[in-house]
Every structure is written in C-alpha cells, then in structure tokens.
C-alpha cells in the first residue's frame, strides 16, 4: 500500500511540471528583451533623424503633386500601412485613405513606422518637434478644419513651418520663394474669440527628450 501511494505521488510530481503552465514560467536569463524603438528607416528617432526623412519625403512628394479628395481628378490617395497614424485619424473621424487627414497619415507612417511608436497627444504646444500631427480644430464645431505634419520646432516667435496634402488640391513644401506660405504660428491660436485651435500627436518615445534644435533650420534664416 505505501509502496502504491509512493509511486501515485511520484506519477503526480511528473504531471505537474510538465503541464503548459509550468513550462511557461520564464528565468531571468530567458524572458524576453524589447526591441528599441527606431524610425521606418532603422535609424534611431532623434530629430534631425526625421528631419532627414523628410528632406527625402520632399523629394519624392513635391509641391504640386495632387493630392485631394476622393473626388479630385488625378489624385493621390494613402496607400502606405498606416495602422498608428490610422487610428489617431479615426479618432477625430478624418479619412486615412484621402485628403489633408490621409496625406499626414502617410508621412508620419513613412516616419516612424506602421505600428511601431504610439501616437501621444502633447498638452504643450510649445513642444512641438519634426513629423508631428498637427489638427486644426474649429472652436464653434468641434470639427477638423485641416491636418498637417510640423518640419521644426517653433522658433522664438512660435512660428513653424508645416508641409500639407490638400492644400489646394495638392502637396504643399516651404520654400525660399515663399517662406510664409507653409508657416503656421502658435499665437494664431491662443487667447480668446480664435476660429480654430490646435490638436497635436506625437510618435516620439517619452524617453526621446526634445532638443528643440530644429527651430528655424527647414528654410535656415529665412523666417527668423
């Protein structure tokens, strides 16, 4: 009888350590360790980083190339994954496929990534930095007026330029020409009796510190 019981126990011990559960239980030196977050490119997300993408982006997404709605002859639509940038774009019910909304979708996904880098939004304008999104919202509606990408920081003057899709039914880039013309300014928004307001999503890590160095750099001294 004891000697049953012995081998019963025995049978049991052996069960137990190998069911699923027991299996799963990781040691320090096997437990996963998570990838560093990096840009689309493989390169580490700093800001002059993006700002080199989006020299490139400029580059093959001129000013001119058309890019409208889904009723606009000829245009440009998101074809890029966009699952990160798509859904900070279904949050605010804006098109990931067409138009201003889709255009910023597709730049910030060629940035940072598909899926990678979590889209936050900032409480402090202030610290915008290159490749953020940035929504204008009407104060009276509530409802998005336009969507556009930062290239730079804001500079003393809270001024900063932006690039845009449907703009006129096309892709829109600051340039020397006209430095304003793809200019925004944080004081257009602030205070009372303002039309719109700002909204803004960032993909950087909280872990990236913002440098700020890239105030007034996309047309150097153009617009200071």
């Not at 799963?24 to 700093?46: D, F, H, R």
């Not at 013309?181 to 872990?207: I, Q």
Request: glycine letters at 8%; charged letters at 20%; one cysteine or more.
């Amino acid at each position: 009888m004891k000697r049953k019981m012995m081998i019963a126990l025995a049978t049991s011990i052996l069960l137990t350590t190998n069911t699923p559960a027991a299996l799963a239980i990781e040691t320090p030196e096997n437990q996963p360790v998570a990838a560093e977050s990096c840009l689309a490119n493989g390169k580490e997300i700093t800001e002059e980083n993006v700002v080199e993408i989006l020299r490139q982006l400029e580059q093959d997404w001129p000013t001119g190339t058309v890019w409208g709605t889904d009723k606009t002859p000829g245009t440009h639509k998101n074809e890029v994954p966009s699952t990160e940038s798509g859904r900070v774009m279904q949050s605010y019910r804006v098109s990931n496929t067409y138009g201003c909304g889709a255009y910023a979708s597709m730049i910030s996904s060629l940035i940072f990534g598909d899926e990678a880098n979590p889209a936050r939004k900032l409480e402090n304008l202030s610290q915008i930095r290159p490749g953020d999104i940035i929504f204008r919202v009407r104060n009276d509606t509530g409802k998005i007026w336009h969507v556009n990408i930062a290239l730079e920081s804001p500079n003393e003057k809270n001024g900063f330029h932006i690039t845009d899709g449907n703009a006129g039914g096309t892709v829109q880039w600051p340039d020397a020409e006209s430095p304003y013309s793809s200019m925004d300014n944080l004081d257009c928004y602030r205070g009372s009796g303002r039309t719109y307001h700002l909204e803004v999503w960032t993909r950087y890590p909280e872990n990236v510190p913002r440098t700020g160095a890239s105030a007034d750099t996309w047309l150097g001294n153009v617009t200071k």
